[in-house]
């Protein structure tokens, strides 16, 4: 199969027919590039899986066109509705009781579906004219890092998908951010550009130590092929070391990616897929990731520096 990439306006059309022939296809969003496919068609869903060789016992996300399909997928809780009104569409998923017409490819046969609804243009674009809600997961191969440009789903994806619309790099850069929502009150899954600070004053936050069942929990994900160690502070071990650093340079290490110069965050999440995808593809030995301070998203970003580094 060979995969184009297709640039808006004009691509659109072509994009949602594919998805109404069952076709997955490469959007992107707010958050990464995203993997997208008819959720309410078991086939359609079933090549997600194919592409992406993703287990089949790892649940998949469902991006909704519009709210009125949140009931029609879910049971919603009044914090549901809560937390819809005021972070949707953006980069928050709920994870809720499903509804029957949710198929079980999409739940991994769980008795829940995570939600979402996307803030990107052109994912809305595709969304609406569509007209149902899509399965989509990080267009990345399973385990590897999320694309957050049309150019790296190309390098995870080619040949195997037949379409990936171009939307510019991801304004987020990291997935969003995924909460379990119950009567009891809010478990973070995943965390994200939503933070655990904005949650709290929700509904309390229980302990996310006990692990709803989230295969992306696995502890090693989000992971190059390069080695990757994390460290307050950084050494070089090799003439091949490379660093990944907060926002400054260090001595002696062969190659080196700052995620933000003005030690902004945000902008470090939106550059950290990016910035370890060169790394890996420099050659290295070994990748040095500088800890960066655990406040707002600082957290989100930590948790994937310490999946990277788990193996
Ligand atoms: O930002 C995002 O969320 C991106 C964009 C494309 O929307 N999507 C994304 O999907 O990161 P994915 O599949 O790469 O990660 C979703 C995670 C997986 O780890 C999956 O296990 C978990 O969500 N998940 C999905 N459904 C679940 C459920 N019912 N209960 C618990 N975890 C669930
Ligand atoms: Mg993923």
Redesign the pocket.
Known sequence: MKTLTLQAPDGVSTIVEALATGEPVALP?E????LAADALSPNACAKIFEAKNRPLS????V?IPSIDWLPRLTSPTPTALQLAEKYWPG?L?M?LPRQPIVPDIV?AG?E???I?M?AHPLFQEVATAFGKPLA???ANRFGRI?PTSAAHVLAELDGRIPFILDGGPCAHGI??T?V?VSEEGLRI??EGPITREDLRAFAPLLDDSIA??????LKSHYAPRTPLVLEKNPTPRSKKTGLLAFSAPREGFAQTEILSATSDLREAAANLYGAMRRLDEAGLDLIVAEEIPESGIGAAIMERLRKAAAR
């Not at 958050?31 to 995203?34: A, D, E, L, P, R």
């Not at 790892?58 to 996300?61: E, G, R, T």
């Open positions: 969003t958050t990464v590039y995203g790892d649940p998949l996300i991006h980069p998923t994870v739940t769980q829940t579906v995570a979402r996307s989509a997961p990080s999320s997935e969003s995924i379990h899954l995943r709803v069942s989230a295969p992306g929990g």
